[in-house]
């Protein structure tokens, strides 16, 4: 079993729906990234946390440390939110190496 | 956020030969930085760990001969893929911080075609 688990794997989401992506992780941590891989491939972080909420724009992360979990929202979907979106956690005891999840493949229609 | 310029974003080579990516931290200064490799449709495989001033760790697996990893400044990495052969094409990536548990930005990445 990965350590980083995200749900779906695959979404599919008209121009205007509200999305939420889930991840569930099975180790201590201090820290979870929520990363954006567009086609080019390259990777812009979206949010860091160790707990609580963070917002920016129409995307909102929350954290729940207790039960390992984490979900990213996109409210107001776009086209240009078509992308990867990728889990990723700051393992305690590494220290100083992200784990990575699967990632998640958004596709928003107009 | 904080910018990690990867340049080039893709390169050719021929078999054998070697090929050089760089990773600067343009408005930081990154204790540490990493590098990725990617495969398609495959999440990130982290190959080494570079803290300025010292040698790279490398994951088990990657061949730090092949893979030298030199991180001479704080804000400078290079990645050398040394006798490219085809079967090292693949995505490259890297990614800074300043420190352990810090945010991590990532670079473009590189696209490495070995022909």
């Known amino acids: 079993k990965n350590e980083v688990e995200q749900s779906p794997q695959n979404l599919t989401a008209q121009e205007g729906e509200f999305i939420t992506i889930n991840c569930s992780y099975s180790v201590g941590i201090s820290a979870l990234h929520w990363l954006q891989q567009h086609p080019g491939g390259g990777i812009v972080s979206l949010f860091m946390l160790s707990s609580g909420k963070k917002k920016h724009g129409r995307l909102i992360a929350t954290i729940n440390i207790q039960e390992k979990h984490s979900s990213l929202h996109i409210t107001a979907s776009h086209p240009r939110d078509s992308a990867v979106y990728i889990c990723a956690v700051w393992r305690m005891e590494y220290g100083n190496k992200l784990v990575f999840g699967a990632g998640t493949i958004l596709r928003v229609k107009s | 956020g904080a910018v990690v310029s990867q340049h080039p974003s893709r390169v050719i080579c021929k078999s054998g030969t070697s090929v050089k990516i760089e990773c600067r931290s343009l408005d930081f200064q990154a204790t540490t930085m990493f590098w990725y490799r990617q495969f398609p449709k495959k999440s990130l495989m982290l190959m080494a760990t570079s803290n300025e001033g010292s040698k790279a760790t490398y994951e088990q697996g990657v061949e730090k001969d092949k893979f030298l990893i030199n991180h001479a400044s704080l804000t400078l990495s290079t990645l050398t893929v040394t006798s490219a052969h085809p079967e090292d094409s693949s995505f490259y990536i890297c990614?800074?911080?300043?420190?352990?548990?810090?945010?991590?930005?990532f670079g473009q990445g590189t696209r490495l075609t070995v022909v």
């Open positions: 990614s800074a911080s300043w420190g352990p548990n810090t945010e991590a930005f």
